[in-house]
Every structure is written in C-alpha cells, then in structure tokens.
C-alpha cells in the first residue's frame, strides 16, 4: 500500500473495482479541530502504524484509528532510523517518540533550529546527523561530536536537504542548490553529481534506492535515475583536474 500526503490532506492509494488508482483519504477519521495542518512533509510507515508529519501537527494510523500530537511551537522534518521516529523542536532539541511520548534526547538543543536536518544510521552505537548550520555530526545518545567529510564544504554552501542510506553502505546526500553527493562510513566524498556532469538540476529534494540498486532522486523539475556505482568516472575541476 502506497500512503501519501498533501495540503490538510493524507490517506493512500488503492485501485478501485475496475482497478484504477484512486487516492483514498483519511481526513475523516482525524478530529475536526486538528483537520488544517498545512503540508505533510514527512511519511514514515513503522512497525506501530504509519506516520504523517506537518509543521503543525503529527499524525499516527494504526488499527483504524488516528492519534495527534501538537508540537509546542512547531515540528520540523521528522525522520525514521531504525524503526525509531525522531523530530527536533524549537528551543528542545532532539526528540524520540517512545511509545505515545516524545523524549528529549540530552546534548542535542543545538539542533532545534535545523528545519531541514538530516537523521541517519551510521554504527550500532552512533546515528548521523546532518545540518545545514553545523555540517555533519555524529550522536552516540549523551553528545554530538564533528563528523568532518569531504563534502562539508559543499553542504554549507548549497544548503543540505535530505539523505538516504545506500545498499552498499554509503550515504547521499542531497542539497537545494548544488546536487548530491556520495561519501562513505569514513566521510570521503565518493562521487558528487551536478547539473555540470550530466542531472538534468541541481535542485534535489529527495533520494531513494531501490530494490533493485538503482538511486534515484527528486529534483526541483522532474526525476532521474543515477547509477551507483556508475561503471563510468568522471575527472574534472572539482577533483583539482586543470590545464597543464
């Protein structure tokens, strides 16, 4: 079953009896009071129900029934690790839904204002964090510590948006403005694929592997897929290749 959300709207899709798609929503089971809440940003189907995440509010589908949490001031985007659901919140940090209450996780307050940060697996005792303040940094559940890579420099300047974890191990991560990049559990820059070398944008907003290995992403017109890793390299500017 495919879920999907969109403005004060969520539900799924379901072919009909003649077996056209058709987008089924759930509105109606969410209380009337709690029905504007904007775009859903994030879907996450777990293990306890599937998750729908606004601004405003966040949603839990489960056993017929739809349960609601309201954010102090706001919620950013919300990410899944693990089978864990994390959101930072203004003025708090870091959260962790644990059963029907969020907890605090300690040393991550900084993190409160990373609209956009990106939450990832990285150990069996560490999970990546990437911001667009801070770069990248990894918490093992007490601190966040400085995770240098090779693309620091590129997050900083082409604001980070999301990341997803590759098959192989590697991660990309994707930027509003400059492409995506590769790098591995060591932080060196594998690939970085702009709009100069061959995507059709720079604009990526989301990253996906597929079951078959295949990335593809998102861009700010349209989709592409990439293959990783490409049998073909590329040697130019960005790898201190120039005129002799």
């Known amino acids: ?14 072919p009909d009896a003649k077996g056209a798609m058709r987008f ?9 009071e709690a029905r504007t809440f904007g775009d859903v940003w994030r879907t996450h189907a777990l293990a306890d129900g599937v998750y729908f995440q606004s601004e405003m509010a966040l949603f839990r589908w489960s056993n017929g029934t739809i349960r609601v949490w309201k954010p102090a001031v706001r919620f950013n985007r919300a990410a899944a690790v693990n089978g864990k659901l ?23 307050e900084q993190l409160g204002t ?3 940060g990106v939450i990832l697996p990285h150990d069996d005792r560490r999970i990546l964090v990437g911001t667009r303040n801070n ?9 966040l510590t400085p995770f240098k890579t090779e693309v ?25 403005t400059g492409g995506m990049s590769i790098i591995d559990r060591s932080g060196r820059r594998v690939e970085t694929i702009t709009k100069a ?10 990253a996906m592997a597929d079951r078959e290995g295949w990335l593809w992403l998102g861009l700010g017109g349209g989709i592409a897929r990439v293959d990783t ?15 002799g």
């Open 86 to 108: 994390y959101l930072t919140q203004p003025g708090v940090g870091l959260t962790e839904l644990v059963g029907d209450t969020f907890r605090t996780l300690p040393g991550t």
């Open 114 to 116: 990373e609209t956009f």
């Open 135 to 143: 770069g990248l940094l990894l918490y093992d559940g007490a601190a």
């Open 24 to 32: 089924v929503s759930l509105i109606d089971r969410v209380p009337a």
């Open 1 to 14: 079953r495919i879920y999907a959300g969109g403005v004060s709207d969520f539900g799924y899709l379901e």
């Open 197 to 206: 070398r061959g995507l059709a944008a720079d604009v990526v907003y989301y």
């Open 229 to 243: 890793p490409s049998p073909a390299s590329f040697f130019g500017e960005d790898d201190g290749l120039g005129a």
């Open 152 to 176: 620091d420099q590129q997050i900083a300047a082409h604001d980070l948006y999301r990341g997803t974890e590759l098959p192989d191990g590697t991660v990309a991560l994707t930027t509003a």
